[in-house]
DNA sequence: ACGCTTTACTAAAGCGCTTTACAAAGAACT
DNA sequence: AGTTCTTTGTAAAGCGCTTTAGTAAAGCGT
């Protein structure tokens, strides 16, 4: 195994020193045309390539960013990751992508790579509640992350992009109301998660602005995730009487509720109307196409990267949340109810 | 803006040597309890973490491998990746994960990476022809780079995991004809990516012995991306006579056939019958369920990653591609063709 | 012929860690 | 009492690069 070429053997061979051919290939050096030509050459026959960690080192920057979500193939964080990575890598970042799967250890190791100087900065994506440690890390570093797509409590002092929840939950839950629904269930992200709290938030207003009062057990916290929803999809059916609409938290959720009713026989939009929440491109094409709340995933994904650049380039912000706009983009999940049995 | 600690602070206020808190922390050396609580305390009071580029640097390894996917918000490589990055960070490896949106400069830039120590290893997934760089960097890294899903011509220097292609296409296209269709298109892969070869060659043997003789016009090559494969399903259904139905490449093929049908009114599978190519868990969600030959997604995460760790780790392995098996699974988007209306 | 500027570089330090080689002090053995 | 072994460390080199400070030589004006 031959030893791989180091900029000393490069030096060696177009007989200049190191410092020549560092400052050269960086750009810091102007050398004429004969000497250049020796030090091209030179690379291309050792085939050379700068050590990585070795610049790194010297340099004093990773120049690189970390991006952590909860799961990778949650097709919502793959679509955000994927808009942040690609805003990255054209800013010249390497790019690395953790899975956290809701751990907060997990999480919190992320932070350690980056106090570690392993990467510059930390795009942050959590939607679990925070028991302080996470909201102390972002403290400890500041300027070096960016929250998206969620809030963290006591996170103020970095950047937050996410979304008129709120609003999103009220246009959901109008919408199901619009159709004649009435008992309109919510299956909701987790306690604590600032969007679940206000996504279900908007629910209730709604609910209250067409007074009705929400049953308790029409309400349910969840993971935003399928697997657990299609259990929460099965409590909602076996209510008596049951809800004729379901506004999912999520469009993960919307799928564990499509999930259950397949599997139940329940016809959706027939039996039971459902609206979700994220706007995946993917909703046109299941049976029935789902209607859902929209948010700007790119948008999101772009901002949140943008900003975390710019912050490692040095320019400074404030923690100031930004909120997108959210959109209802109707597809074939929501329908009037059926006709109630009048009893006696 | 206090400096970040480094070993000697540590060193310094434990009043030890740096070699001292290095050995020991790296379990290379026994201290006595009242020594190594000193640099306990130390390392807690300054909240120390070693500077990870120096670390790598100074071990001549990054403790890191990459995964490069073409396209990381496909479901398919997100969940291919996952696996693959559940498997490498339980061994202690740092993952990076790189969409190279099939740009082979992309890719060739990820070689870059593990040239430059930047990466230990490479799982490489790549689903387009190559012109021969690939294959030249894949044999020019030994006992670092694995193939998973795909082949690379040339790249037989490097372990592969891949599935019975031509088996799954050939047992696609029997399903099909087993419900009584003839005319059975196939929409497949690019042009010099060997799966996409292989799956059109069983597709194309079970029409042979089932006496049919496949039109040029029936046999697509696309990207297997779902949009591309919209204009691609608007050929098919251009056709006259058009065919009864689809063996779709990938799920993602599927997707984009379905996303035209509907735009069309055409409905699967009364019109149309369609089968894909990956077997994605989510395919039982759509309107219809999509049936489609499964691949064992997470086995080829799985084995990909702990063979390449294994190699990192210095096990020598040949070439031998490794082909894992295939599965039908029948959901409701296949059905017998609609009685043809007998002209004249 | 002398100083001054420009060109074309180089020497050496330093990034923060690990590792190899070695040493002082005490314990145990003869 | 002298020797050896064990314990408890340390000094210094080195990983491969960048960067700061500086210098030798050539060109130029007078």
Same mark, same amino acid.
């Given at each position: ?10 030096? #060696?061979?177009? #007989? ?42 010297? #340099?004093?920057? *990773? ?21 942040a990575e690609r805003v990255a890598v054209a800013s010249g970042h390497d790019v ?5 799967? !809701? ?55 970095? =950047? ?13 839950? #109008? ?5 004649? %629904?009435?008992?309109?269930? %919510? ?45 929460? *999809? ?7 009487? =049951? ?5 999912? +938290?999520?469009?993960? $959720? ?10 139940? +026989?329940? !016809? ?6 459902? $609206? ?29 990267a ?6 490692? !380039? ?19 999940? $929501? *329908? ?7 009893? +006696?």
């Amino acid at each position: 195994m031959t030893r791989k070429a180091t900029i000393g053997d490069v030096a #060696k061979r177009a #007989k200049v020193s190191p410092t020549a051919v560092s400052r050269w290939l960086n750009g810091g050096l102007e050398l004429p045309e004969t000497t250049g030509e020796r030090i091209r050459t030179a690379v291309r026959e050792l085939d050379y390539q700068p050590h990585a960690q070795a610049r790194r080192l010297s #340099k004093g920057k *990773a120049e690189a960013i970390g991006i952590v979500v909860p799961d990778i193939s949650n097709a919502f964080f793959a679509l955000l990751a994927g808009e942040a990575e690609r805003v990255a890598v054209a800013s010249g970042h390497d790019v690395m992508i953790w899975s956290s799967r !809701n751990r907060i250890e997990r999480e919190l190791a992320c932070f350690d790579r980056l106090r570690a100087g392993y990467i510059d900065g930390l795009l942050l994506i959590t939607n679990h509640e925070d028991d302080g440690r996470l909201a102390s890390r972002i403290r400890s570093m500041p300027g070096r992350v960016v929250i998206i797509d969620e809030d963290v409590v006591g996170g103020d002092s970095a =950047p937050r992009f996410f979304v008129e929840n709120e609003t999103g939950g009220y246009e959901a839950t #109008k919408h199901l109301l619009a159709y004649g %629904h009435r008992r309109i269930a %919510h299956i909701g992200g987790p306690k604590g998660v600032m969007s679940a709290i206000e996504r279900a938030q908007g629910w209730r207003r709604a609910m209250t602005e067409a007074g009705i009062t929400p049953d308790p057990s029409w309400h349910i916290r969840t993971e935003y995730e399928v697997e657990p929803a299609t259990r929460d *999809a099965e409590q909602l059916f076996a209510l008596d009487p =049951p809800p004729t609409a379901i506004f999912a +938290g999520s469009d993960a $959720v919307a799928l564990g509720v499509m999930t259950t009713a397949r599997r139940k +026989g329940i !016809n959706i939009p027939r039996d039971i109307s459902l $609206v979700g929440f994220d706007g995946m491109p993917i909703n046109d094409l299941f049976g029935p196409p789902l209607t859902s709340i929209a948010q700007p995933i790119d948008d999101l994904g772009r901002l949140g990267a943008e900003r975390l650049i710019a912050m490692i !380039n040095g320019e400074k912000f404030d923690g100031t949340p930004t909120r997108l706009p959210v959109q209802l983009v109707a597809r074939g999940s $929501v *329908a009037a109810p059926l006709k109630e049995k009048v009893s +006696g």
